[in-house]
């Protein structure tokens, strides 16, 4: 299994980044996915998180400004990101866990398979 985020960058506050999650070696239909971010000297947090049935969730901080969604038969999931803020700057991670349901969707010891991150900085 592997997946393989990208699209991150340099971008400035305000601005728009898309980034993607690429899955192979597994049939993302019967996967559930997260996202998180690590910044420098901080833990890892979760961003947002897509079910199976493509009911998603976001942690508070995304005050609207981000969209999760998936393409099963590309097996990408992406995270659209808006106004983006300095404070976002973060190495973005995506995740994945077969398991149903959205308990502890932001805890990324309940992941079964990470992605290598891709760094998004906010930055004027």
């Known amino acids: 299994v592997q997946l393989q985020a990208s699209g991150g960058g340099l971008v400035q506050p305000g601005g728009s980044l898309r980034l993607s999650c690429a899955a192979s070696?597994?049939?993302?239909?019967?996967?559930?996915i997260g996202w998180f971010r690590q910044a420098p000297g901080k833990e890892r947090e979760g961003v947002s998180f897509?079910?199976?049935?493509?009911?998603?969730y976001y942690a508070d901080f995304v005050e609207g400004r981000f969209t999760i969604s998936r393409d099963n038969s590309k097996s990408t999931v992406y995270l659209q990101m808006n106004n983006v803020k300095p404070e976002d700057t973060a190495v973005y991670y995506c995740?994945?866990?077969?398991?149903?349901?959205?308990?502890?969707?932001?805890?990324?010891?309940?992941?079964?398979?990470w992605g290598q991150g891709t760094l998004v900085t906010v930055s004027s």
């Open positions: 995740a994945a866990r077969p398991r149903n349901g959205s308990y502890r969707w932001a805890q990324y010891s309940e992941y079964d398979y």
């Open positions: 897509i079910r199976q049935n493509d009911i998603t």
């Open positions: 070696g597994l049939i993302l239909d019967y996967y559930a």
